[in-house]
């Protein structure tokens, strides 16, 4: 099993790491690296719970290997810190279990950035990759739409 | 003197001798094996030959565990082997586990095992289970250690069978002027918890024995694990995190086994079993599955006179907590109805189809689903309003369940003020049926439901409370955090009963069932009712304490003194009292004298007066209470493709008390969304060999986002007397008249009786074609 040294920057620090070919960025993420955020749900993309930024995108960590992150700049839900998003799934109730939370917050947060002006079928055409069992979407709903409002109305 | 004066060996010295004492700079560096399972391809099939050769020589494996026969495992009966021994019964039955130094190496290991199945004769559904000549899925079923209250039939596959015999079936059908009768069938599907199930083992040289689980019965987990394998249960320690979502799939205890079984064979190095997706799905314990067939009988006024039903139940292979589910299901077979006459057969099948698990509302969408639709039946047959027919039979105080418990004013909500609610919300008397244009029609349904929880009746919690020098709370409660802020909820409960600001109260999420006190499982939303109490309790005597001590050091009787907002001080006069701070560790006097000590508040709650059921007639008082609600939904229906799409999903439920608002919503919201996917999409499909065929996340498909339809939800308050400040519980509510709401709204709409699930446009078709 061949290894390689990448370097990855991840939420602003420069972090040196040893993977296998085929270690996927969520397996080295969270195994090498300790940041345990970003979850497992079905390894294969379906489900959206290991969601990370990668260079501004959303990217489902399980679906990208490690040495593909090489050099690039990713930001895990550690790299968040009291983001409007964030604060907006607190006060709607936008999580039950929260397993899915970190997932859906990452993927909010790059929609929020890429399109603060995004509209229901483009709100809808993001938030449909990761999926919440628990709370029926009412309330993720809620938060995603009060932090664009808010952006909204401040331009 | 037997102990005092001995030489007792040091608690801690194994732990010194062989290294594994653990110090603070000890714990950045555990190592842990992975274990990783080989499932069986097949639903019944011999297993002829298992070779591990060619798995031994990757590099880092450590144990194999395969082909060897190991204690019977199972909550109602012991059926199950934890490695599959001698057949597997289902797909996805777990054959092998190896465990090695990685993740990577377990899995190649595990992929390099070659195993000869023979095949035989697949059991693919509990009705062909019940046929005369049906193959067996359990040989030896009379051998088989149970439980008193199940009732396996030896050389059937019938895993138990509860009855209910309630009134006089004759006289109902002789009152009876117009009858319906119907058949019914669903196959098991998934709970999908976004987390799957994990488990760790790590044995301990002293012995212990120290177990890290998602679930939601660590408790339970002890309880088997040192049954099963005659442990010490104090040696065995079980640690439960947040939990990733449940839904009642995580109450089995499964994984459990295996990690403790894979750390055994490799010295009790800490090992961890985790499932792939497709591993939970049908390895771990599935939703469970029906076939029914219901007859109901009642006058021309619309009053239901007779009930006949009978349940098969799709337990699968193992009958674990399909016997409680089956149970469960004839308890409350009627529905929230007055029905004088009842006869039920309830019947848990085994298949060979992955057994079952609790799934939330244990039995009740199901049960729902049957006569719901039976009853929407009934009101065509008598041309009645279907919201009035169910108006009329409401259950009331007075009334009796099945099981002969009579209902009163506190033990069951108000079913028909659910359904006044439901009629306004859905603006039902606008009409249930609306052309939009020549393709597509708006169309509403409509659904009650009932539950108890029918639980152990000695199923016991407890809340411990300890102060911190600063007059804050920490609380300690066996429910686990699963999703349903059960423990926010407690938080709230002590702060209004001290009257104290909520953010002093620390709650412990974690719990370890050496430390915690016990609540039996967090299941059948009994954590606020029955926690709730045990808090309630555990608030009293921290109550007690305070003004015990706050009574010397003020020099007040204890009848005088409140105790409010941080303080102990006299009713009479405010400006006379004490900051819990200074006596909650004790009191000390200016010249150091100290009295009193730490305040560390118990409660206790156990449910009473329930009792076992009689196996002739099913009479018995089950469970505590019966959270009733109504529900409706509004779709628009293409009539050229049968597709549809949900507008807007209603539920009204009488929750005693609402405790905290976003909560209570979240709850009902969340259960709705997995009732709405359970009725219109979500199944397993199974092919002749039992296999299932959709075990991904890509194929089962939950409802994900905009999918949901616009969710109205009310709450009616009729309190629960006994309960926490009146609280019924919520956590399953929303979810259970989903099905049968969509199932009636889609018949309508389409022109068809619609008897299965899921509600795919291609049953729909199929329904069509078939009625030409």
Redesign the interface.
Known sequence: ?KSHTILLNINGEKRSVIV?S?DTLLYVIREKLGLTGA??????G??G?CTVNVEGWPMKSCLMLAVEANGKKVITIEGLENTPIQQAFVEN?AF?????TPGFIMNCHSLIERHPDAE?PL??EW??S????????????KAVKSVLRKNQSRE | MEVIGKSVIRKEALDKVTGRARYTHDYHTVPMLSAKMVISPYGHAKIVKIDTTEAWKIDGVRAILAGKEYPLTGEAIRDRPPIAFDKVRYHGETVALVVADTP?QAKMAADLIKVQYELLPVVNSPSQAFEKRAPLVHENLGKYKKEEDSHPVPDTNIATHIKIRKGNLDRGWAEAETVVEANYSFSPSDH?????RCATAEILPDGNIIITTSSQAPFMAKRLIADYFDEDMGKIIVHTP??????GGKAAVQLEVLAYLASKAVGGKKVEVFN??EEDMITSPCHIGLDAKVKIGADYSGKIKAMEIRFLWDGGAYSDKAIDLTRAGAVDCTGPYNVPNVWCDSYCMYTNHPYAAPFRGFSHSELSFVIERTLDLLAQKLKMDPLELRYLNAIKPGNTTPTRVRLNKSNVGNLQKCIERVRDLMKWDEGSLKEINERTVRVKGVSCSWKTSTIDPNAPSGVILTFNRDGSINLFSGVIE????TKTILAQLLAERLKMDVDKIHVRMEVDTQTTPEHWKTVASRGTFMAGRALLEAAEDVIRQLKDIASTVLRAPIEDLVVAKGRVYLRDDPTIGIDIKDICYGYQYPNGNSIGGQIIGRGSYILRHLTHMDPETGAGKPGPEWTVAAYGVEIEFDKRDFTYRLLKACTVVDIGRVLNE??A???V??????GIAFAGRETFYFDELGRVLNP???TYR???????PE?LVEFVETPQLDGPYGARGVGEHGLMGMPAALGNALSIAANVSLHHLPLIPELIWKTKEAQK
């Open positions: 099993m296998r085929g979850k497992p749900g079905c390894l294969n379906d489900c719970a109730f039950q279990c929260g397993y899915c229901n709100i809808k938030l449909e990761n999926i919440c069992r628990c709370t029926g979407y009412a309330e993720i709903e | 990577v999908a918890a976004m987390e799957t947040l939990v990733g979502g449940a839904y792939t997706r699963i999703g349903t802020g976003k909560a919503l979240g709850q919201m969340g259960a709705m969304s997995m991904q996340l890509r939950p409802l994900r986002y905009g999918e949901n969710y």
